[in-house]
């Protein structure tokens, strides 16, 4: 093995974070923390990681679960449509290869939901192959070490990590080192401040040696995000312990499917009309939420609602609040809710 790789992973060795997934080499275990870990933050997975492996310990157990159950477990990590996936993928698996992830790197990347870095995250962590990730604790110490000075998100930029990722993988401990680059981009080469000083690539790091450490990755340029005005109605039928929220499975690019009371971007009657309700409006709004997703701001006046009526149907009910603890609901509606009651 190189120097550098013998560097990194002996610098794993000491200093790797001890996190639950990194416990078991189990395929399905891994493909739940990957999923888990994309956009979101490694503290705020272990909780949810750990509840949902003891819910649903096998891909068997996942794909027999129905899909409020798998969202409810997923309720306030976001990005909801990788839990969809997820229970798509091992579906798969299931009718397919009798619940046993498959070994075979294409078969494994034809499975809904798995991309090319959970592919090789699976495959090399799992499966032991040397197969690469790229991701963006990767792109960042990569970019450095190779001063690769091209905009990030731009199609040269991803075609050279990838080719600099399969390169630099080594054949022994191939999972180790995968883990190893992403934990240094995590704790070391951090996007601000890194420690350069205790890294243990400093010696070979182009970036460092040119004092270009601070300008790279280049940030590919954003785009503001696209505002959007919306009407909430927290639209209620019954009274006191009998009172439940009529909600609509919601829309699947905004809020992955899950469940959610009616808005819609117009006036709050159009809200009520579109769910097929019949409700006392106030014509006031009770709270206004800001909320602010990957592309969108949404700025959402929130209504309320009495004396619902309405046809429940498999995307149209009404809920007691013990119902809507065991159903998939998102952050941003929990916030709505909390500003009607
Ligand atoms: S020396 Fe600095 S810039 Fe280079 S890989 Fe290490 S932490 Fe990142």
């Known amino acids: 093995m190189a120097e550098l790789q013998q560097r990194l992973l002996s610098w794993y ?18 493909w739940v923390s990957e999923v888990m870990l994309q956009q979101t933050r490694v503290d705020t997975v272990i ?36 839990a969809r ?28 939901g798995i991309g090319r870095y959970t592919a090789g ?62 934990e240094l981009g995590a704790t070391v080469c951090t996007p601000r401040q890194p420690k350069c000083e205790s890294c243990p690539l400093s010696e070979g790091c182009a970036a460092f040696a040119q004092g270009e450490v601070d300008a790279l990755p280049v940030a590919k340029a954003r785009k503001a995000p696209r505002e959007l005005k919306l009407a909430a109605v927290v639209a209620t039928s019954g009274r006191g312990a009998d009172r439940k929220v009529w909600m ?16 819609i971007e117009g006036t709050p009657r ?40 309405g046809v429940e149907t498999h995307s149209h009910k009404a809920f007691s609040p013990d119902e809507l603890d065991r159903v998939g609901v998102s952050r941003l509606m929990l916030k709505v809710l909390a500003v009607a009651f």
């Open 13 to 30: 060795d000491e200093s790797a974070r001890d996190l639950p997934w990194r416990a078991t080499t189990d395929p399905y275990a891994v």
């Open 47 to 82: 909780p949810y990681y750990e509840r949902f492996v003891r819910s649903f310990p096998t891909a068997r157990a996942l794909a027999d679960a129905d899909e409020d159950a798998v969202l409810s477990h997923w309720s306030g990590l976001g990005y909801y449509r990788r």
């Open 270 to 309: 159009d809200a009520l009309r579109a769910a097929g309700l019949r409700a006392r409006l106030r014509t006031e709004p009770v709270g206004e939420i800001e909320h602010v997703l990957s592309h969108r701001r949404l700025c959402i006046d929130v209504y309320r609602a009495t004396g619902a009526n």
């Open 248 to 263: 609509n499975k919601g829309d699947k690019a905004l809020f992955g499917g899950l469940w959610g009371v009616p808005m």
């Open 121 to 182: 995250a699976i495959g090399s962590i799992a499966f032991g192959k040397p197969e690469p990730v790229v991701d963006g604790n990767v792109t960042r110490v990569l970019a450095r070490l190779l001063r690769i000075d091209t905009p990030t998100g731009a199609a040269v930029t991803t075609k050279r990590l990838w080719e600099e990722a399969a390169r630099l993988i080594p054949s022994e401990r191939p999972g180790d080192f995968n883990q190893a680059l992403m």
């Open 85 to 112: 996936m997820l229970h798509a993928g091992v579906r798969e698996v299931v009718a397919q290869y009798d619940g046993v992830v498959p070994e075979d790197a294409e078969a494994r990347r034809a499975l809904p």
